[in-house]
């Protein structure tokens, strides 16, 4: 019998983009293979991408997995990378610990990946040690990017802020756009280019495009939390035309 999965996402509530790509890539994968997919989200309050914002807005999250884990979620993903990276160098393995235990605690247990640390995880699975990222932040949230994955053990050789600061603006930016942009960024002698390192910046159609015209492996925050989720599911980590992470190598 076909099995469907509950795919949960705790989101900031200004998001419009990951209730999008990720069902979006979950799709495309059963058009070739036989698993199936439900959708649910919880939201917490974000409107401006502050650090203040988003510190009050994480600590929403814990509700946000409650109320998910009623639903017995297969699988929970924190969409909001910059949230977590805002709160501390290594914070997404206290936040993955801490929203997994709300769960257990109300007896509907569900693995919880976060998109910063899936994007860690991922980076790491492809053996990267040099990235540049494409981040629609205001210059000092993408330093606090640049110094988290660093920090993780891997060099960010070059980045670019759009600087932008309103999330609703964020989320509607072209799908295809980040495609473009890439030209503006460094990308000799990376490993992996980040094409949006940011959940709500709109780039599921610019993955593949930007790593045929570059010729490099890419990788956007959205496409590593699917991966992240395929991969605490058990399930192959394949999705068409999505970029080399999501090709089932790794």
Not at 167 to 173: H, P
């Given at each position: 019998?076909?099995?469907?999965?509950?795919?949960?996402?705790?989101?900031?509530?200004?998001?419009t983009?990951?209730?999008?790509?990720?069902?979006?890539?979950?799709r495309?994968?059963?058009?070739?293979?036989?698993?199936?997919?439900?959708?649910?989200?919880?939201?917490?309050?974000?409107?401006?991408?502050?650090?203040?914002?988003?510190?009050?807005?994480?600590?929403?999250?814990?509700?946000?997995?409650?109320?998910?884990s009623?639903?017995?979620?297969?699988?929970?993903?924190?969409?909001?990378?910059?949230?977590?990276?805002?709160?501390?160098?290594?914070?997404?393995?206290?936040?993955?610990?801490?929203?997994?235990?709300?769960?257990?605690?109300?007896?509907?247990?569900?693995?919880?990946?976060?998109?910063?640390?899936?994007?860690?995880?991922?980076?790491?699975?492809?053996?990267?040690?040099?990235?540049?990222?494409?981040?629609?932040?205001?210059?000092?949230?993408?330093?606090l990017?640049?110094?988290?994955?660093?920090?993780?053990?891997?060099?960010?050789?070059?980045?670019?802020?759009?600087?932008?600061?309103d999330?609703?603006?964020?989320?509607?930016?072209d799908?295809?756009?980040?495609?473009?942009?890439?030209?503006?960024?460094?990308?000799?002698?990376?490993?992996?280019?980040?094409?949006?390192?940011?959940?709500?910046?709109?780039?599921?159609?610019?993955?593949?495009?930007?790593?045929?015209?570059?010729?490099?492996?890419?990788?956007?925050?959205?496409a590593?939390?699917?991966?992240?989720?395929?991969?605490?599911?058990?399930?192959?980590?394949?999705?068409?035309?999505?970029?080399?992470?999501?090709?089932?190598?790794?």
């Open positions: 019998m076909q099995r469907t999965y509950r795919i949960g996402q705790i989101v900031p509530s200004s998001n983009t990951m209730e999008t790509e990720i069902p979006a890539m979950l495309a994968r059963e058009q070739i293979l036989p698993e199936r997919f439900s959708f649910h989200a919880s939201r917490m309050r974000m409107q401006k991408v502050t650090k203040e914002e988003l510190a009050a807005m994480d600590r929403d999250s814990d509700r946000c997995a409650l109320e998910l009623d639903g017995k979620m297969d699988v929970m993903g924190y969409a909001c990378l910059v949230a977590i990276m805002s709160m501390g160098l290594g914070y997404h393995r206290t936040s993955e610990k801490r929203l997994h235990e709300v769960t257990v605690a109300n007896g509907k247990p569900a693995p919880v990946v976060s998109s910063a640390g899936a994007l860690i995880e991922g980076l790491k699975a492809m053996g990267a040690k040099k990235v540049s990222v494409l981040t629609p932040y205001m210059k000092p949230l993408t330093q990017v640049v110094d988290y994955i660093e920090h993780e053990g891997i060099a960010v050789h070059d980045s670019l802020s759009l600087e932008i600061a999330n609703l603006q964020v989320g509607a930016q799908p295809a756009a980040p495609a473009q942009l890439v030209q503006r960024l460094d990308t000799r002698g990376v490993d992996v280019v980040v094409i949006s390192a940011c959940v709500q910046m709109p780039s599921l159609a610019s993955v593949q495009m930007a790593q045929d015209q570059l010729g490099i492996p890419v990788v956007s925050a959205a590593c939390t699917t991966w992240a989720m395929l991969k605490r599911l058990g399930l192959e980590t394949r999705v068409p035309n999505a970029g080399a992470l999501l090709s089932g190598a790794y």
